[in-house]
């Protein structure tokens, strides 16, 4: 056997000052921790979708890996109690003459434990099954279950998926986000661009997560989504916000992957409340979802307010209650939005798999980006 390469990490008092840290020797990402008295060296690259571990914390001799959480021994490599095979690479080190030295062949191979796909995770089909148009409504709006009110947003909505369903014959969908459990965004975008995943981070992690029909309806299913919701101090409801919070892992598949999740696809409005501002309301929401691909009517939303200086919400809703022609408009808004998509899908895809990406967010120039060094994530 060919005498180990031993590699100086440096002085042994100066890589006691941290518990846990990312250093690089060579091309091989180590993360090295210091605990109890003893060092600790395995790779800093997580096996999930490559997070740095040696910028994440202990939890006793536990290495968790800031992006997702996932777990290892900080001398063997080995993942958490109940899945030791699931490991990253070890590696020997030895002190000498005051100094921190690494043999840089691994004690231990990286393994990966089969994990299966999330259903979400199935390509997009590129052409939709025949069959009925399938038109979703989400409604945004909160309520008290266990004592509900009337929804003016609601109302309408339910109106526009009665519409679909008599005059177009279409399957339709209904999700009230409030009847969903579903986590806050936890900022994974905000730790790397690659921390947040499709499906969702949140979503492979948690199998309860309420946030999963929506996903697999939006981008699997639905040729028209109908989006309710109220004006709540002259801005989309607070569901609303953390509902695309979590979109977001369907525009970063765009922006780091050039993968276009959304096409062909639908999307019109529905906006109702007390107070004035339904332009602000409407633009944050077609600005939103333009970036995911989702194609408009014309005229993509309906909207009902009293205005900012009639605050009477009792008469607010008798006025929906009693409106026809509101009714009206909801289902007049069902059939623009039907019948864009039945152009839409007749036709070839606007965007394609790829997209021109100058002056967009996801844009590269490869001609003036240096490439990354190579790293060994052995």
Known sequence: MAEAQWLDLGPVEQLQQKSLQQLTVGKTVIALSYANGEFGAISGVCNHVGGPLGKGCLEGDLIVCPWHRWRYDRKTGSGEPGYEEERVPGYEI????????????????????????????????????????????????????????????????????????????????????????FRNCEGYYSKSSHACTWPCSITQMDPNDGLTPVYEAMVHWADVILLATPIRWGAPSSLYFKM????????????????????????SFIITGGQDNIQAVAGEMLAFFSELGFMFPPFPYIAHSLGWEAENMERNMEFVQASAELKSGAIDLARRSVEMAERLCAAAKIVGDKMERAGRKAHRDKQNVKKPETVDHS
């Open 244 to 267: 695309v919070e979590r979109m977001n892992c369907i525009q970063n598949q765009i922006t780091l992957f050039n993968k276009i999740l959304i096409q062909n696809k639908v999307i």
């Open 94 to 181: 030895k002190i000498e003459n005051g100094h921190l030295w690494l043999n840089p062949t691994p004690l231990t191979k990286r393994h990966k434990l089969p994990h299966p796909a999330l259903p979400l995770a199935r390509p997009v089909k590129a052409e939709r099954d025949p069959g009925a148009w399938r038109v979703l409504g989400v409604s945004t709006t909160v309520m008290e279950k266990n004592y509900p009110r009337y929804s003016t947003s609601e109302t309408l909505l339910q109106a526009a998926l009665d519409g679909a369903q008599q005059n177009h014959g279409a399957q339709t969908q209904l999700l009230r986000l409030n009847d969903l459990k």
